[in-house]
């Protein structure tokens, strides 16, 4: 039926296989959850789910995690223990949350501990500068924010550690569905940012972990 | 021979004439001068004159002003009095310094005190930041930066003042000739940002003298 | 869970708060009016709201003005008293009709005089001549237009106060969803204006009440 | 040697042939000067010629006509006697002369009248309203604009004839080469206007002679 | 209420108002026909009407002509007796009929004889080059095409007439929405060719009947 | 009624009509399978169905072929006799089956041997070089990608027959639809890749056709 | 010194290494030349060579073919002997003449025979429909265009060979260097084309000498 | 003069500042250089310093490290010792050099081992494949490709290391200055893939650094 799951990939690379929902149909990820159920020694995360891809799973594994507004599922439900170092994710506003609960769960998923920082947009400064003591704690931070995307310059201007910058479609007109953001990232003035696609909470997670490995 | 200087300008808007340099050629610029040498009254600029342009000027009115790296000539060469409230310019890098002086060039030919500030890019915020002071004692502000353009969004969140923000074609890459930086600053985070064209030094000149007009 | 109000903006900056809807869900939009409804000294605005969002504010303020058109709530529901100087609002055409009034609705909760245009579009061009008074009794100018955006051309060059263009998402085809007119309007030929987002009404109310303030 | 000339299109179409100097070789345009100067009962226009393209063109027919700035040579040198309406054309500044002039050559050289308007701009509305009544005349109105492009919009607001607009390239930052100019030109809010490419004044000139056509 | 109708228009121009209905609600576009009932003397066009504007003007002037697919209603339902020359309208495939009746419309409204060839696009040129005759008797030609916007190349090199292309949003992935026709358009290999907007079939039968004016 | 079916293009081409559904009302399809089904001694495709436009043929043509993921419909039913070489369709990830079903589909109606390798993606290399037998067995490749749209480039590298390379859109944010798997493709630095519309498995598949021909 | 060359490309993809000059400086060209010339038995190409390149190969390769126009060398000199299909090539305009050369050495050098139509624009349908029967032939035809690039959808309508379309920046304005062409080609509505990237010669003769193979 | 250096920048950050010359004039880069030179305690890069500006750093700091090619100088010219997990920087083709070479520097005057793999683009698999040990080795990986830019994807599926992505403007054509290749990393189907500017090799050595960091 043209499906391949590589769950040897966590054998391979050391990382668990990622199912991105957004093409699928629910029928092809229900039949991929039922493979999954027989892998428990695995972890598989099921990312960009509508709500008719989570009932698909669930109706397979009815005890995996789900965070719908992140649209994201994992099973087994209990992440693994925690190895490396700290993961510091910033969201610059309330409706970037989604997208930085992607990189949250991702991250925990893949074994590592991680804290949450959120409403600190560079249009009041303090609320980022109060919060200097556990960015210097992190050894990766990801910083997550749509409409101008300021805010990684600004972290990456306070920390030593890398930082991995999320834009977000969050904005309208001229941000073009987090363009703006984009440009502003890869355009940042503080070295020491790279950057992942456009809302990719996934990718940006699974990165940290693999900088804060162990 | 198709031009028609609009030196009633002064007259309509309060505002004098500035010439163009860029799509014209030296003669034409010249002829311009000659015309301009018999209306001492009214304060004309040249803008975007690269060195034939001004020699051109200059053999004309010998003693016009003329600050080659911003590409700009006045005359007659002595500022207006000032009047109205303070302008002050903020630019992100060295970079971006001739668009910077393009800015307070026009806003002191057009009558405004001025002050500079120049290296204050959010990558290291303490230099912003100690200048809080001179920035909230404008009556507008003039933020020039390129590469991510972050800078107006963090001075937009320090004063009450209005912001008017100008990209420069600093960076490279996906900086796109200043696009990057111009989507920022439209899609500001903070509120009284307002956006003119990429290397506009004369716009928000122009823009910052009206503001603080008396 | 993420929120953190700037309701000390007032202090800080002068402005009050506002609350981008868009991205939120009605539930969060919900939990702020809640909390702004014990800051009865403090005026906020909820701006891009669509109908779910202003029923969750007007179940926690129930006198809170609302023009669903503008998508825009405020309360306490009567403005603060008007000083500065006049904002003039002008709007190409009756599909500009939400922005300016988004435009016009936040300049007056920031405490100004308003006045708005409609229908003044450059096709017809005795429409904005036979306003002339009217637009240089302004201390600021706020031209909103889609398609060709020509309108803050033609304004600005019959004023010498600035001139702030909202671009409008009016338009097909080759409008780009707003793009043809911001171009346009960042390239206008009139010096003396400045340029904020696609649809950005609360942006241009916003500038528009710190060019007047007093 | 790959050439194809196409000189029988006077007969087929009614209107000569057009060299395209730009990407060829002044070989190549030499040999076809040769060609065309077998054929003097057929005017042929060379159009975007360099400085080597007229030399070129010239040591083959030295009295050609030739205006450098345009870029255009014509041979035989006279016109056709002119048939047909009056061609009104416009320019926005004097940065569009070059661009202007090749429009009127080609029409010209097409049998057509041609009167030409310049730095008429909207930014100083006068310029154009005191030029009604040669508008009015036309048969058709060529506006050709670069930065805003907002002239035809209010050129076709006065008149009844069709205006074909040619945006140029005159500007620079976010006109992108002309192309702010072009989307406000295909964004119109007055009906009436069709546009050509960026620049091209040759397609303008000929449009104009066709549209004006006995 | 901000409706400020130009009912004169025909009066100063010679062509009536059309009301755009896309960004207008059905009441607005309701009250807007209820005073163009007022004006049976006057030709009064609605472009670009859903089915709620179109219940919304029929409720009003019962009478008026409906064309659903092409949007477009008109009001008295008679058009004017036909005048000037003959207007040719070449569609290139059937996806392209609701603009190519839209242009049948506009210019029939406006006074002219306007005839229609459908599913000629240039895959197989025996559809178009059969045409040939019919083509030739045209004052005007108006060339609807989608997809790879090829059509008014081929038919501009057929005919001594002008072309007016209008490219269509027929396609799908690179053909962005009609912004690949467009191009092809503007960059035609054949000269006298001019472009309007995506989808204009309101402004290319606008332009084709003033082309073909007496 | 504007409808020119070129039914005679398998004998003028040597390959069948399809029929682009995607801007056709049912009923004009409905009427087009109606005119197909008097021609049954040619093979007839319905591109881009969707569910109404498959209805209006299965009236018609009930024992027409439908593959309602791939939106195809083809009549009649079977396929002619194959000739000519093999045609191998690769297809990255399970979101790109749609498509890769319309390669083959295609390519199996127009007389071609078709064999369909999916989840093949460059993210698990191995998954790729385990099928170079079957690769090299082709006359033509098909790759059927989104997201990065890398695979054609390594798939060239590991053949010599020609690549025909479909990208998708499959992917967010920065994937702008399949234009950043169009631009990979358009750059691959494997040499023997050329390229379809982003989604066009009708045109690969025609194209494969060709190029396997007998 | 970091170049690895690919000699044994010839062994396993059955076609010969290519060398991209334009990225490398003269002296890394040279370097390679040197280690070609130990290699008669494969025959090499220099393709986008500039003439410090040129210089470079032909001072290790002194027999080099040359052709400057086309940027390309090869080495041993003399093509191999030809089998399989013919291969046309046809260019629309005189300024595509380097691009379509670089298309006929490609296929001679990979063993194809080829024939090269040039001047064929479709503003002159006759001159591509006075040679049908050339173009029905071919095995495979390469259509190279600029400008509106509609070459390739008239000739795919004429012939059942597959088309290769190459998209040339020859042009100005709004053909942005090529895309214009390039969108015109992918949105072909011929079926039976695929593109290749601008000005892209080498690629598209490389494909049609796959496709022409024996 | 406006140049405020942020030599303070180790002690904040623990890395140091690195002077951007591409828009500052050689006079000040000198005047920076000497200001350098009077801290040996830290170590500076100058990146993107052309001809003038290396000559003007050189004048002042005889004994500085300098790659011409890369564009890069550093000051004092020994590296401080290395320290953290090793480098590995993998480039496509020979083009990219300067760029992976900038990257090498970079990390290595931050205080990194580093290993360059050159020429080992995904045209020819077996490139990279031989070189897995010393991949598997690294700390993080960084890629820097052009034209395509399909090679981050590969190497991502190989290793477990972080993978930082530099697309280079190496190509021409739709490769567009490096855009389509930095859109295929943002794309990049295998996860643990960032993405820094087009040819921002310093950027992604700083980054690389903070990975690897002890
Ligand atoms: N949200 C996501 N964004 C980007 N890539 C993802 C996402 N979720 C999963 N992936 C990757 O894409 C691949 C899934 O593609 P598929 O095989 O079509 O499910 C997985 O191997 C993941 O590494
Ligand atoms: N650097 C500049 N950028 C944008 N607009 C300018 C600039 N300099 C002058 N202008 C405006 O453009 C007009 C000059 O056009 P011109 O008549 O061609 O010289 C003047 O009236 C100015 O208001
Ligand atoms: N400046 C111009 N811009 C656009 N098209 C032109 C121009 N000059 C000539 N042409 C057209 O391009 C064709 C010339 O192409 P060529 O045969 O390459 O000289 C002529 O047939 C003209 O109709
Ligand atoms: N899915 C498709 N994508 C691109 N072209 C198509 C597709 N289906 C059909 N076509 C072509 O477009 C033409 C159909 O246009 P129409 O006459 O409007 O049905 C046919 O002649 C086909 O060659
Ligand atoms: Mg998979
Ligand atoms: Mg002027
Ligand atoms: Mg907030
Ligand atoms: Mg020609
Ligand atoms: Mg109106
Ligand atoms: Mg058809
Ligand atoms: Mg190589
Ligand atoms: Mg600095």
């Known amino acids: 039926d043209g499906i391949d799951l590589d769950l040897e990939r966590t054998a391979r690379r050391g990382y668990p296989e990622a199912i991105y929902c957004a093409g699928k149909t629910p029928e092809q990820v229900g039949a991929i959850a039922r493979e999954v159920g027989t892998r428990p020694d695995v972890t598989t995360l099921f990312t960009r789910a509508g709500d008719a891809h989570a009932e698909a799973v669930l109706h397979e594994l009815p005890d995996a995690f789900h965070d719908r507004e992140a649209g994201l599922l994992a099973w087994p439900p209990t992440p693994p223990e925690t190895g490396g170092g700290r993961v510091v994710v910033v969201g610059a506003g309330t409706s970037d949350l989604p997208v930085a609960r992607e990189v949250v769960h991702t991250a925990r998923y893949l074994g590592r501990e991680v804290e949450l920082i959120m409403d600190a947009g560079v249009a009041g400064l303090h609320r980022i500068l109060r919060r200097r003591d556990t960015l210097r704690a992190?050894?990766?931070?990801?910083?997550?924010?749509?409409?101008?995307?300021?805010?990684?310059?600004?972290?990456?201007?306070?920390?030593?550690?890398?930082?991995?910058?999320?834009?977000?479609?969050?904005?309208?007109?001229?941000?073009?569905?987090?363009?703006?953001?984009?440009?502003?990232?890869?355009?940042?003035?503080?070295?020491?940012?790279?950057?992942?696609?456009?809302?990719?909470?996934?990718?940006?997670?699974?990165?940290a972990a693999q900088i804060a490995a162990p």
């Not at 834009?167 to 070295?191: H, K």
């Open 138 to 207: 992190a050894r990766v931070v990801v910083v997550v924010a749509g409409m101008d995307g300021a805010l990684p310059s600004v972290v990456a201007g306070l920390v030593s550690a890398p930082v991995v910058a999320v834009p977000t479609s969050v904005g309208y007109g001229a941000s073009f569905g987090g363009v703006a953001a984009l440009l502003t990232m890869l355009n940042s003035c503080s070295p020491g940012v790279s950057v992942v696609n456009i809302d990719n909470g996934y990718g940006a997670g699974h990165l």
